[in-house]
């Protein structure tokens, strides 16, 4: 008899708003702490990460407005859907990415949230710098000579 895993359904949240808004420089995967409703709540794949960013205090990296509705299966003790919630790195990934947000025009954007093979929550995250109107023309045209190319094809 197969042993059967118990998180095989994938968990693949992903902020489609960030790479349109900014330009990517360089990411990261980060863990970060749940509460057990949370946990419950993001393996049914109510989260949203439309608002949220991430932001140092005291050394320690947190994201802010990441919304991860209550589980629906819980009465009394069910969670604030959009506290900070703490990311766990490494201390020199800590240190070289506050290094580099302290730099002007550069911020910490979540990318997406995903459970991994152990089960565990992880988000990822992209220190990444704000792009230009016109920036953002030029990739709307590339995502459309995108598409038209793969309607070609078929």
């Known amino acids: ?12 949240i992903k902020n489609k708003k960030a790479s349109f808004e900014y330009e990517f420089i360089d990411k990261y995967v980060a863990g970060i702490t749940l509460r057990g409703t949370e946990i419950k709540s993001l393996r049914e794949g109510k989260a949203s990460l439309t608002e949220a960013y991430c932001y140092f205090r005291k050394g ?29 790195l490494n201390r020199q990934e800590l240190n070289k990415l506050e290094s580099k947000f302290s730099e002007k025009g550069l911020s910490i954007v979540p990318v997406r949230v995903f459970i991994n093979d152990r089960g565990l929550a992880k988000v990822e995250i992209a220190l990444a710098k704000g792009k230009k109107t016109h920036d953002k023309r030029q990739s709307i045209k590339e995502k459309d000579a995108k598409r038209d190319l793969q309607r070609m094809v078929l």
């Open 1 to 12: 008899m197969a042993k059967t895993n118990r998180f095989e359904k994938t968990i693949n």
């Open 60 to 88: 320690e990296l947190f994201i802010k407005q990441m919304h991860i509705a209550p589980y629906s299966l819980t009465v009394y003790y069910n969670h604030d859907p959009v506290r900070e919630r703490k990311l766990l």
